[in-house]
Structures are given as C-alpha cells and as structure tokens.
C-alpha cells in the first residue's frame, strides 16, 4: 500500500514538473503542446472512456495518463526536467493558476460540445 501512495505522489510531481517545464522558453513548441494535452486530459473531468464503465472506464486512468506522461518527459531535456523537479518540493501551485486550467478545460470541453451538437442538430 505504501509503494502505491508512493507512486501516486510521483505522477503528481511529475504532473506539476511539467506544468513548470512547459512555461520554459527552453523547452520545444511539439512538447509544449503535448504537455497541455496531458496535463488537460489529466485533471480534466471528463474522461476518453467514462468511468462508470466497469474496467475500461478506469483503465485509461491507469494507463494512458502515466503513459502520456512518460512520453511528455521524454521529449525535455534532462537538465530542464531535474530543475523543475528540483522545484516541485518547494514550490506549489497557486489557487490564481488552478482556477485559470480549470476555466480552459471548462472552455475546451464547452467548445467540443457545442461542435457535437451542431454536427448532430444539422442533419
């Protein structure tokens, strides 16, 4: 139980690691985008398959986030990431930064629905 508390703890500083690097001029375009669609899809409430699916629903969670955060931090250099992981023992995230992700996912999934929508009232 311990090793998985452990773990947890990891991927949410790897998370907030990310988060540090991809406002690093440093760090290339590509993994910049691709950190935003990691970390959206992250703490993002809705899910690519919903959760009340038994076993599929979480297995996304269990899969596609770590793995996506993997590849995210393949793509920084090593010295950029040991900083910002260096960082995340001492620095934390501010309320100001986690209302402004929350109000972009808000956006992003308001702006799918609303494409859906007009696709499906079209015809």
Not at 29 to 52: E, N
Request: charged share 25%.
């Amino acid at each position: 139980m311990n090793s998985l508390k452990e773990k947890t703890k990891k991927l949410k500083k790897d998370i907030f690691a990310l988060y540090l690097a991809y406002k690093d001029p440093r760090v290339l375009w590509y993994a910049k985008a691709f950190i935003a669609l990691v970390i959206g899809y992250a703490i993002s409430p809705i899910d690519l398959i919903p959760d009340f699916i038994p076993v599929l629903g979480y297995l996304d969670d269990l899969i596609l986030i770590p793995l996506g955060i993997s590849l995210a931090i393949k793509m920084i250099p090593k010295n950029i990431l040991d900083e910002y992981k260096e960082k995340t023992s001492t620095e934390k995230i501010n309320i100001r930064t986690k209302w402004l992700i929350a109000l972009i996912i808000i956006f992003i999934w308001s702006f799918v629905i609303y494409l859906i929508l007009k696709l499906l009232l079209r015809k």
